[in-house]
T-cell receptor, first 115, second 116 residues
Framework: AQSVTQLGSHVSVSEGALVLLRCNYS??????LFWYVQYPNQGLQLLLK??????LVKGINGFEAEFKKSETSFHLTKPSAHMSDAAEYFC?????????????FGKGTKLSVIP | GAGVSQSPRYKVAKRGQDVALRCDPI?????LFWYQQALGQGPEFLTY????????KSGLPSDRFFAERPEGSVSTLKIQRTQQEDSAVYLC??????????????FGPGTRLTVL
C-alpha cells in the first residue's frame, strides 16, 4: 500500500524567505511523485512531478523538489516566497501498472506568506 | 483551451435526497477519475474510467455511490439517499493517456456538496 505524510498542516513564511514543505512517502514499488497546489475554490494544479528521470525536479512558479530514495522524501522548496504562493499544497504518490493508477494524496500543507 | 468543468459548483441537499454531479473532462481525454475531498483533508480516490469502462470503483464508500460515463466523455457521479457524512468537495480529473502512473491528471474546480 502507498501512503504520503506531509509534516505540518500549516506553514508560515515571510515574503522573500525560503519555502520548505515536507513530504515523505511509503511505496512498495518505485513511485511516481507529484506536488499539486490548490487555490481557494479552485481545482488542483500540477506544480511538478518525479518520474525517475532526474532526482531534482523543477516545476512552475520557481518551485523545485528533490527525490531522496534513502530518506523516502520528496520535499518542495522555493528560494524566495511571494505573496501569490499562499495556497494549499498537496503531495501525492502514484505507481504504474495495469488498470487504475489513482493518486494517493497527503493531507495537505497550507502555506501563508507574511508581507 | 477549456479545462475540466464540473456542475453544479455548489449543491445543498437534505438528508435522504439523491444528487447527481456532472463532470465534463478535457476533450479527447481517455481517463477520468473522481475524488472526494473532506474538509481539511487531501482528496481520496473514488473511481476510475478508461473511456466508458469503469475499471476501478474500489474507493466508492458505499453502494449509495454510483458513477457512469456512458459515451466515454461526460461523467456523472450519483449519490443516493445522501447522508451528512457525504458532505465534501467532489473533484473530477481527466488524463489524456491510457496507462502509466506518471501522467498528469487535470482537475476540475469541484462540486461542494453540503447535506443538511
Amino acid at each position: 500500500a502507498q501512503s504520503v505524510t506531509q509534516l505540518g498542516s500549516h506553514v508560515s513564511v515571510s515574503e522573500g524567505a525560503l519555502v520548505l514543505l515536507r513530504c515523505n512517502y511509503s511505496s512498495s514499488v518505485p513511485p511516481y511523485l507529484f506536488w499539486y497546489v490548490q487555490y481557494p475554490n479552485q481545482g488542483l494544479q500540477l506544480l511538478l512531478k518525479y518520474t525517475s528521470a532526474a532526482t531534482l525536479v523543477k516545476g512552475i512558479n520557481g518551485f523545485e523538489a528533490e527525490f531522496k530514495k534513502s530518506e523516502t522524501s520528496f520535499h518542495l522548496t522555493k528560494p524566495s516566497a511571494h505573496m501569490s504562493d499562499a495556497a494549499e499544497y498537496f503531495c501525492a504518490v502514484s505507481h504504474s501498472g495495469a488498470g487504475s493508477y489513482q493518486l494517493t494524496f497527503g493531507k495537505g500543507t497550507k502555506l501563508s506568506v507574511i508581507p | 483551451g477549456a479545462g475540466v468543468s464540473q456542475s453544479p459548483r455548489y449543491k445543498v441537499a437534505k438528508r435522504g435526497q439523491d444528487v447527481a454531479l456532472r463532470c465534463d473532462p478535457i476533450s479527447g481525454h481517455v481517463s477520468l477519475f473522481w475524488y472526494q475531498q473532506a474538509l481539511g483533508q487531501g482528496p481520496e480516490f473514488l473511481t476510475y474510467f478508461q473511456n466508458e469502462a469503469q475499471l476501478d470503483k474500489s474507493g466508492l464508500p458505499s453502494d449509495r455511490f454510483f458513477a457512469e460515463r456512458p459515451e466515454g466523455s461526460v461523467s456523472t457521479l450519483k449519490i443516493q439517499r445522501t447522508q451528512q457524512e457525504d458532505s465534501a468537495v467532489y473533484l473530477c480529473a481527466s488524463s489524456p493517456s491510457l496507462g502509466g502512473g506518471y501522467n498528469e491528471q487535470f482537475f476540475g474546480p469541484g462540486t461542494r456538496l453540503t447535506v443538511l
